[in-house]
T-cell receptor, first 112, second 111 residues
Framework: KAGVTQTPRYLIKTRGQQVTLSCSPISGHRSVSWYQQTPGQGLQFLFEYFSETQRNKGNFPGRFSGRQFSNSRSEMNVSTLELGDSALYLC???????????FGPGTRLTVL | GIQVEQSPPDLILQEGANSTLRCNFSDSVNNLQWFHQNPWGQLINLFYIPSGTKQNGRLSATTVATERYSLLYISSSQTTDSGVYFCAGANYGGATNKLIFGTGTLLAVQP
């Protein structure tokens, strides 16, 4: 069974631009969560989706948004990029809430 | 919210040595996972261990849920064990899948 996939793997943007990251969960998994990893803040929870509904959101500004499609694939969007948004963005999927979570390879975003 | 503390923050070992990594939680969790982050950034699942003991090859983990801690044991370490180890927990009482991560243990295994 294929693992969690994320695209693109690397991305370079400039301040003020917007970006969309994509995550395809393991087949059959319905819960998708997003995390941001930076050297200063570590791994932080962004948001969580289940059945196309956002179930929880971390402490991030409204520039960070996401959605989940009927096939459980998820996208996250960051608008008006800032230098501090440079990070590794990780997506995780699980069968349902409460199960073991599996992570994708991540998207490394650099904002110049 | 839940606070996760990992120790030690850094660890240097000679190949063949054993080590124990610890994870303490400020509140009860009903999901606890250990990960190894590879050099490319991906989090590799080691254990899903809300309670009890599990073993996988040279690695084993024990979670004592009532005392809010978990231990990861690495025996006969190899250079390929190097990297960052994270523990993370979640409490589903609030109907969330949100994992709270520790700050990690950076392990370096020298030949």
């Amino acid at each position: 069974k294929a693992g969690v996939t994320q695209t693109p793997r690397y991305l370079i943007k400039t301040r003020g631009q917007q970006v969309t990251l994509s995550c395809s969960p393991i087949s059959g998994h319905r819960s998708v969560s997003w995390y941001q990893q930076t050297p200063g803040q570590g791994l932080q929870f962004l948001f969580e989706y289940f059945s196309e509904t956002q179930r929880n959101k971390g402490n991030f500004p409204g520039r960070f948004s996401g959605r989940q499609f009927s096939n459980s694939r998820s996208e996250m969007n960051v608008s008006t990029l800032e230098l501090g948004d440079s990070a590794l963005y990780l997506c995780a999927s699980s069968l349902v809430k409460g199960n073991e979570q599996f992570f994708g390879p991540g998207t490394r975003l650099t904002v110049l | 919210g839940i606070q996760v503390e990992q120790s030690p923050p850094d660890l240097i070992l000679q190949e063949g040595a054993n080590s124990t990594l610890r994870c303490n939680f400020s509140d009860s969790v009903n999901n606890l996972q250990w990960f190894h982050q590879n050099p490319w950034g991906q989090l590799i699942n080691l254990f899903y261990i809300p309670s009890g003991t599990k073993q996988n090859g040279r690695l084993s983990a024990t979670t004592v849920a009532t005392e809010r801690y978990s231990l990861l044991y690495i025996s006969s370490s190899q250079t390929t064990d190097s990297g960052v180890y994270f523990c993370a927990g979640a409490n589903y009482g609030g109907a969330t899948n949100k994992l709270i991560f520790g700050t990690g243990t950076l392990l370096a295994v020298q030949p």
